[in-house]
């Protein structure tokens, strides 16, 4: 495994993570809390999807 497409694996679990935790403190505390770790988690996958196109140019 490249390490472009082990990089874009690992921003895509820490963004799932980021999406449960949302909403778990979404649904308990609400909207503002859960808010800010779905705005992250777009971050993590655009990174996803930048290293799985970086890995996928080299190949």
Known sequence: M????????SFV????L??????V???TEGRAFGAPLFWLS?????GAWYFERKSAARD
Do not use: D, E, M, Q
């Not at 490249?2 to 694996?9: E, F, K, P």
């Not at 679990?13 to 799932?16: D, E, S």
């Not at 980021?18 to 909403?23: K, Q, R, S």
């Open 2 to 9: 490249s390490v472009n497409r082990r990089a874009a694996t």
């Open 13 to 16: 679990l820490v963004a799932v």
């Open 18 to 23: 980021n999406v449960v935790i949302g909403l």
């Open 25 to 27: 403190f979404t649904i």
């Open 42 to 46: 777009t971050g993590f996958f655009a």
